[in-house]
């Protein structure tokens, strides 16, 4: 029996994807074009993934492209929980509002603009100010 649990997103920019993982400090192997990474869950399990993320000495995550073009997680949840102290919803939000900060700063330099400040608030909310001359 399958202890490994997939986690759709609206994931779909591999580089700051990638960055995002990078910033929040997982060690991460990507898999070379055509090829597949294993990914390791309970009791020695494994699936295949374009992605894998080392959550600790014995789980990982692992990240396969959808049908629809998006990325989703799959990952012995439990077994990540116990050994890293990191949930399925903690992994998601964090990763997800880091990967959203890189594609916004993707944006702002595609559009022309100046980042003029940026500030992390209280709330974990991060505060982007740019500028752009006409």
Aim: aromatic share 10%; hydrophobic share 30%.
């Amino acid at each position: 029996m399958s202890h490994f649990t997939t986690v759709k997103t609206k994931i779909r920019d591999q580089i700051c994807l990638e960055r995002a993982l990078k910033d929040l400090g997982y060690e991460v192997t990507v898999a070379e074009q055509g090829q597949a990474v294993r990914v390791r869950g309970y009791q020695g399990q494994t699936t295949d993934a374009v992605m894998s993320i080392k959550a600790s000495k014995t789980y990982d995550i692992g990240v396969k492209l959808g049908a629809d073009g998006t990325y989703e997680f799959v990952a012995d949840w439990w077994g990540v929980e116990t050994t890293r102290g990191v949930t399925e919803q903690d992994f998601i939000k964090s990763l997800t509002q880091r990967y959203s900060y890189h594609k916004v700063m993707d944006e702002i330099k595609k559009k022309g603009f100046t980042l003029e400040s940026e500030e992390q608030k209280d709330d974990q909310t991060i505060q982007v100010r740019v500028r752009t001359w006409s």
